[in-house]
């Protein structure tokens, strides 16, 4: 259960990053992350171009409904 634990605080600490990232701006955020000690890398991702992400998040193949 420890890491489940650990990985929402990340999720969450990362979601207020992109928050920060709106209100305050792109090194704020790094900042706060670091003092979080969660990777930068999760925020560069997500500041990734949406077209970008949406690509490897796509089905290989189509659902049939």
């Keep these: 259960m420890i890491q489940r634990r650990t990985d929402e605080q990340t999720a969450l600490t990362a979601e207020y990053a992109l928050y920060l990232v ?3 701006g792109v090194d704020f955020a790094f900042q706060y992350l ?3 000690n969660v990777p930068r890398a ?3 991702r997500a500041l990734q171009s949406p077209l970008h992400r949406r690509h490897h998040e796509r ?3 189509m659902r049939k409904d």
């Design 22 to 24: 709106d209100i305050r």
């Design 34 to 36: 670091d003092s979080c």
């Design 59 to 61: 089905r290989k193949q």
């Design 42 to 44: 999760i925020l560069a």
